[in-house]
């Protein structure tokens, strides 16, 4: 192996800095407020985050896991289409279609659905002039279902890119041989062609959920705040009163539940490798 | 030593130089939406450049609400903390919250006897921000003030008073909406008027003492919140009631005045929607102009914030750009403003209405009380 030259070493360091100086002192540094109160060690900042936003906790959990289920589905069956599909139009249609969401930033989602899901928004609108609902059954989304649509419409996009990527890789002579015994193509998607990209899958959904869990801009656009996202909960804390432990403690509990979804991944990443190795 | 090396390292070089100062910069700071920044950058700052050639204005935003004067605050804390001579801004326009705190942490100078404006205030919010003695160190920018926006389609008489709106809301469920605590200031001014009306001793809560004990006398009071809000809407922000309010989803809410009337000229809410102050008195808050102790141009800071504290520039800035009521005494801007702007702005509200039910925040103690017994017993 060459040794490192000076050069190189000269031409990462920004990066490490960067990462030292952006990531890593702060990380260490909301870790020390999260726990210590006056220099000493303690779990009252968890005890307030817990009195104060168990629900949003739970409301937190409840939305992105159930984003993530939708955004599964979602994806295999769009991906499914994409690649197991005979009707040439619907997959250059879809093609051409599932990416949009991808490019569009989140907080411009949120104003989008702001308008689009309200009770007398786009959505409704059309719906009522279309003649499929009375002005009087319209409902506004603009509560956890709005988050969930605005979730799963501006990450499903993400998933499907990489999910369809591995699926267009994978041995085709497989989903043929199981067509040709007469097996559905729902079947043949669910049998052949998912175990094989199983593992793109779930790292999609993992840095889904992951993204999902650090939005702010959503939960504060789309929804009231009663409850509300973890994300809105800090930026509360420390607005509102400038209590930056409490608001750590938060961020503390969130890394705590991406650090659950890590642990998922790396374990089953690891018995993949263990499995493969034999 | 490589070409490119060598060029990179002259380009790195270039970046750290200083940048060729002009002859003077007047860094002003400002907390608040876009429209704050704007209004700095372009109609005071070019104004101010006009009458002292030489002079750089240079308009900063740090974000809107509490947390966008949160971050000056951090800022200068961090330049006194750090022994700096000159701290990085001249001018800040902040919240009431933050100034206080600034003030009281001695890091605002004392600027307004010395300029000729000075006298013209007779705001109390000049000399208390939520309960620190601030005289001297602020001069308002503008007052802004929440109200009950409603839909006369909808509501043929409109409450009068908390009590009377409590009754309606039972009576027309889901069709009056407020932004909570989380969603921006208007409904937070709501709930601390709620408390003022419902929780007890309303002066205590404005003037101190602060007593930590009282909170506990806010239960009822708080409780009836949680089951008001059975019957209303949570909105997403002050835009959010603002945007139910135009699309007929809801038929009352509480609205910043200044928000109501901009969007109604900017077509986006129906000319003909009202506004009401509840009594007994829903909050409203000023923002201050100040200057930090160790502003580098503290003497160009002063002349900025005398120009734009005088009576031309509060009529045609303030008021008529924005729908703020302005930082001096209103009597001082008779005569500057057309009749129509005068009239629109004093027509819902009367002169009347503001000095009986137009109230201050609650001290910063207690405020933050009412912000956390609300997380704890109409959230939970």
Known sequence: MPRPSLFGLLLVAPALALVAALFLWPLGHSLMAAFTLNGDFSLAHFRKAFELYSNDIVFTLLIIGLSTLLIAVISIAIAGVLTLSETGWLVAVLKQLYRWPLFIPFIVAGQCMRTFLAKNGMMNNTLVSLGVLDPSMTTSFLDWRGIVITFVWKQAPFVILMLAGAMASIDRSTVEAGRNLGASRLRCLIEIVLPQVGQTLLVALVLSFVTMLSVLSVPMMVAGSQPTMLTVDMAFRINAYGDYPTANALGVISYGITAIVAWIYLRHNLRQHAEGGR | ?380
Do not use: C
């Open chain 2, 1 to 380: 030593m490589s070409t490119k090396l060598k060029i990179a390292l002259a380009l790195a070089a270039s970046l750290t130089l200083p940048a060729t100062a002009l002859a003077q910069t007047l860094n002003v700071a400002t907390a608040g939406d876009q429209n704050m920044v704007d209004y700095i950058k372009d109609f005071l700052g070019p104004m101010f450049e006009k009458a002292n050639p030489g002079v750089k204005v240079v308009a900063v935003g740090t974000g809107p609400g509490d947390s966008g004067s949160q971050k000056i605050y951090e800022k200068l804390s961090a330049q006194k903390a750090a022994n700096a001579d000159k701290w990085d801004f001249d001018v800040i326009v902040a919240h009431q919250k933050m100034s206080g705190q600034m003030v009281s942490e001695g890091l605002l100078a004392k600027y307004r006897e010395k300029i000729a404006t000075g006298a013209l205030v007779t705001s109390p919010t000049a000399s208390n921000a939520l309960g620190t003695n601030v005289d001297g160190f602020v001069m308002p920018m503008f007052q802004s003030q929440t109200a009950i926006a409603y839909n006369p389609d909808m509501v043929k008489a409109p409450p009068a008073t908390y009590a009377d709106l409590r009754e309606w809301v039972k009576a027309n469920p889901k069709k009056f909406g407020y932004n909570g605590i989380k969603g921006g200031m208007s409904g937070v001014a709501f709930t601390a008027g709620w408390v003022y009306a419902f929780g007890g001793d309303a002066e205590k809560l404005i003037k101190g003492p602060y007593e930590a004990a009282t909170k506990a006398s806010w239960e009822a009071a708080l409780a009836e919140l949680k089951a008001f809000n059975q019957n209303a809407v949570i909105t997403p922000g002050n835009a959010g009631t603002l945007d139910m309010l135009n699309r007929g989803e809801i038929a009352m809410g509480p609205v910043w005045v200044d928000m109501f009337y901009t969007w109604m000229n900017d077509g986006k809410l129906p000319p003909t929607m009202k506004l009401k102050l509840l009594s007994p008195g829903m909050p409203g808050q000023p923002m201050y102009y100040a200057v930090p102790a160790k502003a580098a141009q503290a003497e160009l800071a002063a002349k900025f914030i005398a120009m734009a504290t005088s009576p031309q520039v509060q009529a045609d800035g303030i008021v008529k750009k924005f729908n703020w009521y302005p930082g001096i005494d209103a009597k001082h801007l008779e005569g500057k403003l057309d009749d129509a702007t005068w009239k629109k702005l004093f027509s819902d509200l009367t002169p009347d209405d503001l000095s009986k039910n137009a109230k201050p925040f609650p001290i910063a103690p207690y405020f933050n009380d009412i912000l956390e017994s609300y997380e704890k017993k109409v959230v939970n």
